[in-house]
């Protein structure tokens, strides 16, 4: 199974402090709105989310369909797919995408160690 992009989405208190922060550690904004309390930076390889107001923790994110540099792939596994092969491995999600659309959706889950991990597929 593969997952795709990984990145570290961050619950921020206050983007703009936070993009500052990030910005002089030689990130740069790559997407989101800060006017809608969120925005995607890059550093090289690395990418974050900085969202504020929407995660209540840290939460690890990977994108299926999307390379590191956030560009669509042409082939990928579908998060529906995903989420057959999490359930079939016993795994419990918090929430789950559509199974009867096709397209972007997202699930989520929780690591042993009650750390956030959503799976986001924002490509169809």
């Known amino acids: 199974m593969k997952l795709g992009a990984f990145s570290i989405s961050l619950a921020v208190k206050d983007i703009t402090a936070s993009q500052n922060f990030y910005e002089k550690l030689g990130f740069e904004q790559v997407g989101g709105d800060v006017t809608q309390n969120w925005l995607i930076l890059r550093n090289g390889e690395t990418t974050i989310g900085l969202f504020q107001g929407m995660f209540e923790r840290n939460t690890m994110t990977f994108n299926p369909g999307w390379s590191n540099q956030a560009e669509a792939l042409d082939a990928f596994d579908d998060i529906r797919e995903i989420q057959k092969s999490l ?25 042993p160690d009650g750390n956030p991990v959503l799976i986001d597929q924002h490509v169809d």
């Open 87 to 111: 359930k079939a491995n016993g795994l419990t999600l918090t929430s789950e995408a559509d199974e009867t659309v096709d397209g972007p959706a997202s699930l989520a889950l929780v690591d």
